[in-house]
């Protein structure tokens, strides 16, 4: 089976608009939570999101390819941009070898409803803009980096909810294991617009902590209140392990496992099964025990029943065998479609440099979390396996594990 490493990182985010400025947050452990007015003033039950400023892309791409990226789908720009230029990879070299995509997006509102609007009001579909549909379609991200990357392998949209971008790696893994794919560029993007949460707020389950928004988001805290959405997206590039030695590729990291499963129940209820099979099959994947995984990057959002559902898991599948354990989400909010890729580079930004971020805002363990080693303060540790788990509505899991290389 061929080894599959990872040879290019690139992340835009409510912490950082490249890896070094996020590098640092991680440690530090600062927050990119805030409030956006426009929510208030829309009707949203919560303000709070992780503030990510738009790129300006003026100077970077022609207007065609300006009016047909949405919003998730410049910052998938920025992202890879970055990933690429990491990984030594020009214009030229994207030409003349075929490269895939699978990138993780599960919606893209404020382009169908700005287009809505137009039509309402002038009657006329045409006056919404060629660039329409091309933002509007859930695979906006991959239609769009495609064309602009001149593509050639695999392109296709990963839409799984919050798993969505780590399935996209995990697909990706599978692709070039299986000597379908010498290299594909993965990643998740999520818009953070005013439109694009509203009815994610309608089910009541975003904090409701305004008086200081950098405290809201609080994984496995037993004062937790709901999940903060943000959004950014994250880019890696992956590829064959031969392939990558042969063009003098720097290898960051190898991906060693991948698990998934279905809960096969409620579309919104958590599930400790269903996540501890997704973590099992990972394990099986990567040929380790679970004692071999120095660090978890929890999936932990800050809702109350999915962050005891998922301590139950990890406290299940580790026993006493005790890995830090903390959930970035707690200084970025919950990344949404893009989180699956942006935790894996989290972990990997900690592993590159000796450290576990903190779980911030952990002060008091409920009777879910006190079974945890969790880490409420910056640590410094050798990682050399780490496991990453994202879940999603519909009762979709992913796991991925990556190991030092």
């Known amino acids: 089976m061929k080894r599959v490493v990872i040879t290019g990182m690139g992340i835009y985010s409510s912490i950082g608009k490249n890896l070094e400025e996020v590098t640092k947050s991680l440690y530090d452990g600062k927050s990119g939570i805030g409030i956006d007015p426009l929510r208030i003033s829309y009707g949203y ?20 390819s300006r ?20 990984a030594q990879i020009d214009m030229d070299f994207l030409e003349k070898n075929e490269i895939g995509m699978f990138y993780g997006n599960d919606s893209s509102a404020k382009a169908v409803i700005d ?19 091309f933002q509007s379609m859930n695979s906006t991200i991959t239609m769009n980096l495609s064309t602009i990357f001149k593509l050639k ?6 839409s799984a909810a919050c798993a969505s971008g780590s399935h996209a790696i995990g697909l990706g893994l599978m692709f070039i294991r299986n000597g379908l794919q010498d290299m594909v560029i993965c990643g998740g993007g999520q818009e953070t617009n005013y439109l694009s949460m509203g009815s994610f707020d309608a089910l009541s389950v975003f904090s409701l902590r305004t008086d200081d928004p950098t405290k809201a988001s609080r994984p ?51 599930s400790d099964i269903g996540s501890m099979i997704a973590m099992e099959r990972a394990l099986k994947n ?60 989290y972990s990997i930004l ?16 409920d009777e879910f979390s006190k079974n945890l080693n969790i880490a409420n303060k910056t640590i410094t ?24 290389i």
């Open 381 to 404: 540790k050798n990682i050399n396996v780490f496991l990453s788990n994202s879940f999603g509505f519909g009762g979709t899991n992913s796991a991925l594990i990556v190991k030092k």
């Open 153 to 158: 392998g695999i392109n296709m949209t990963i």
């Open 45 to 64: 039950r919560s303000p709070l999101t992780g503030i990510v400023k738009r790129p300006d892309l003026k100077n970077m791409l022609d207007r065609r």
């Open 350 to 365: 900690m592993m590159q440099h000796n450290f576990v971020a903190p779980n911030i805002n952990f002060e008091t363990p």
């Open 286 to 345: 990567a040929n380790i025990k679970s004692k071999d995984i120095d660090y978890v990057n929890a999936h932990a959002t800050s809702t109350p029943q999915g962050d005891a559902f998922e301590a139950v898991a990890i406290d299940k599948l580790f026993g006493t065998h005790k890995p830090e354990v903390s959930s970035t989400k707690s200084m970025t909010g919950h990344e949404c479609w893009m989180a699956g890729t942006s935790e894996v580079i």
């Open 115 to 133: 287009a809505h609007a137009i039509v309402l009001e002038k009657k006329d579909t045409t006056l919404m803009g060629s660039g329409a549909i």
């Open 220 to 270: 496995f805290d037993a004062q937790r209140d709901g999940l903060v959405p943000s959004g950014g997206a994250a880019t890696v590039i992956l590829e064959e392990y031969e392939h990558a030695l042969k063009r003098g590729a720097p290898i960051i990291a190898e991906v060693i496992g991948y698990g998934f499963s279905s809960n096969g129940s409620n579309i919104s209820q958590p």
């Open 67 to 86: 009016i047909c990226l949405a919003e998730e789908g410049e910052y998938a720009y920025m992202a890879t941009i970055e990933a690429l230029k990491n």
